[in-house]
Antibody, heavy 130, light 108 residues
Framework: QITLKESGPTLVKPTQTLTLTCTFS??????????VGWIRQPPGKALEWLAL???????RYSPSLKSRLTITKDTSKNQVVLTMTNMDPVDTATYYC??????????????????????WGQGTLVTVSS | EIVLTQSPATLSLSPGERATLSCRAS??????LAWYQQKPGQAPRLLIY???NRATGIPARFSGSGSGTDFTLTISSLEPEDFAVYYC??????????FGPGTKVDIK
């Protein structure tokens, strides 16, 4: 069974750097095709993908937030860490981490399958306020 | 940038009724589309991936269809636990992932 849990501060001040940790179990980030992503959701609003990291240390970021984000992994601790610099009140949101289903080539359809967020952690609410 | 539009924004139905939710992409995403369910205070849950495949443990009353730019999530007969917000998500232009604004299914 795959589980993930986010941890970090619940309150940060404007201009500060946010550091969130995703601790997971039930899979290894050293297994080919596996990844972990971060998604956030402002109160009452829609979901927004932020970043992801794969087993081979391939890192990808949302273009709109790329300059502020850094994602890293610690395979031995089963953790993924996301940092976001220069926090602003508009960054107030619930931050989720999620397992990314392994990608594979489907020879029957000619498509690459996988790469979906499943399952998700419970989320952690981060408020940005002075 | 691929933009996803969901309609309607809110769907008011009674238990036992059929729910039909729409997701439209601003350009073709092939079959690279998923549907998630989110209940209040909970994390999203994957329902459908690759447009029409049910995720593990998802009841058969949930089905997905479509390809290209137009997709549909159908709940054949609403159960009380199905009243929630539903999001579509595309990964056609990987590694960019985008979500739609959501459709709320509430009790009429």
């Amino acid at each position: 069974q795959i589980t993930l849990k986010e941890s970090g501060p619940t309150l940060v001040k404007p201009t500060q750097t946010l550091t969130l940790t995703c601790t997971f179990s039930g899979f290894s980030l050293s297994t080919s095709g596996v990844g972990v992503g971060w998604i956030r959701q402002p109160p009452g609003k829609a979901l927004e993908w932020l970043a992801l990291i794969y087993w081979n240390d391939d890192k990808r970021y949302s273009p709109s937030l790329k300059s502020r984000l850094t994602i890293t992994k610690d395979t031995s601790k089963n953790q993924v860490v996301l940092t976001m610099t220069n926090m602003d009140p508009v960054d107030t949101a619930t931050y989720y981490c999620a397992h990314i289903t392994p990608s594979y080539y489907d020879i029957l359809t000619g498509y690459y399958k996988g790469n979906w967020f499943d399952p998700w952690g419970q989320g952690t609410l981060v408020t940005v306020s002075s | 940038e691929i933009v996803l539009t969901q309609s309607p924004a809110t769907l008011s139905l009674s238990p036992g009724e059929r729910a039909t939710l729409s997701c439209r992409a601003s350009q073709s995403v092939s079959s690279y589309l998923a549907w998630y369910q989110q209940k209040p205070g909970q994390a999203p849950r994957l329902l459908i991936y690759d447009a029409s495949n049910r995720a593990t443990g998802i009841p058969a009353r949930f089905s997905g269809s479509g390809s290209g730019t137009d997709f549909t999530l159908t709940i054949s007969s609403l159960e009380p636990e199905d009243f929630a917000v539903y999001y579509c998500q595309q990964r056609s232009n990987w590694p960019i992932f985008t979500f739609g604004p959501g459709t709320k299914v509430d009790i009429k």
